[in-house]
């Protein structure tokens, strides 16, 4: 890895942990979050606080940038707003500042405005959805997350480092099983949590998600590639969790038959998700190793 001093904002969450624990065996890392993070040189701040992201960025070559409100649930409109979009902002203007490199961004799908119920969900225009597809977010959590794009963009633009964007599907976590086997057990009456859960199992309505050790993979690629661009790049599992295969279930789900641009993939592969891997494979050498369709359902 030809970075050698990685701060990753966030380190103290879930994600962060998974990504620390990826990292950690091939170059020096550092935290920054609100949680503690144990084992690594770490900062208890908010990526909201300027004046404790600047130093955090000092001497480091790239940065991993996890910390966020991660979903719709985790404040209000104008808290998820403020966070993510500023927060954004503050870890990029000071790691510019300090000379970083490269800083790798955690984006979403949800920009695509097909994923978050409390939104309005408009479907997609065509199949597999890549990075030229719109975005259309209709959810403040959504919507921060594509002004955070936007943000990245312009760092890039400047030319003074690199940055990468990421957009992680919903990510399975361990201590999310429970509610993904109790829905997908009753599909159509699940109305979670229902099996002891803090949030209802997610993915949207095609039941996309990756797993942690597979986003952490995914950080480490956008580290070591040598040419990533800009992306952005979908961070999927190799499959989707809905009983049905993906153009059928899209279909039932909006009543209009998509675009589909790969028939074969659809074809090879039922249910492969809504979106195009194939381009972090190209641009990160980035691909899911699993496959959780088949450790949750045989």
């Not at 030319?159 to 429970?178: D, I, K, N, Q, S």
């Not at 993939?265 to 980035?286: K, M, N, Q, S, T």
Request: proline share 8%.
């Amino acid at each position: 890895m030809d970075f050698q001093n990685v701060l990753v904002t966030g380190a103290g969450g879930l994600l962060g942990a998974y990504t620390v624990a990826a990292l950690r065996d091939h170059c020096a890392v550092s935290g920054l979050d609100l949680l503690p993070a144990e084992g690594i040189p770490h900062l208890v701040a908010s990526i909201e606080d300027a004046d404790a992201v600047a130093p955090a960025c000092e001497g480091r070559d790239a940065v991993v940038h996890i910390a966020a409100r991660p979903n719709i649930w985790s404040g209000s409109g104008t808290e998820i707003i403020r966070t993510n979009v500023v927060g954004t902002w503050n870890v990029l203007e000071a790691a510019e500042r300090a000379g970083v490199r490269r800083v790798i961004v955690t984006s979403s799908d949800s920009v695509i405005g097909f994923t978050v119920f409390e939104g309005a969900m408009l479907p997609p225009d065509y199949l597999p959805v890549d990075a030229a597809h719109p975005r259309r977010p209709t959810d403040p959590y959504a919507l921060s997350k594509k002004l955070c794009e936007d943000v990245a963009l312009s760092f890039a633009d400047r030319g003074r480092m690199e940055v990468v964007v990421l957009r992680p599907v919903y990510v399975l976590y361990p201590e999310f099983e429970a509610e993904v086997r109790a829905r997908a057990a009753d599909p159509a009456g699940y109305k979670g949590p229902a099996a002891g859960g803090r949030q209802p199992a997610g993915g949207g309505p095609m039941w996309h998600y990756v797993d942690p050790r597979d986003v952490a993979a995914a950080y480490r690629c956008a580290l070591e590639a040598e040419a990533p661009g800009f992306g952005p790049y979908f961070v999927c599992g190799p499959t989707t969790l809905a009983p049905e295969p993906t153009v059928e279930r899209l279909r039932t789900r909006t009543g209009r038959d998509a675009e589909i641009r790969d028939p074969a993939l659809y074809r090879d592969h039922p249910h492969a998700p809504l979106y195009d891997l194939e381009a972090a494979v190209r641009g990160i050498g980035f691909r899911a190793r699993h496959d959780l369709r088949r450790v949750l359902y045989g």
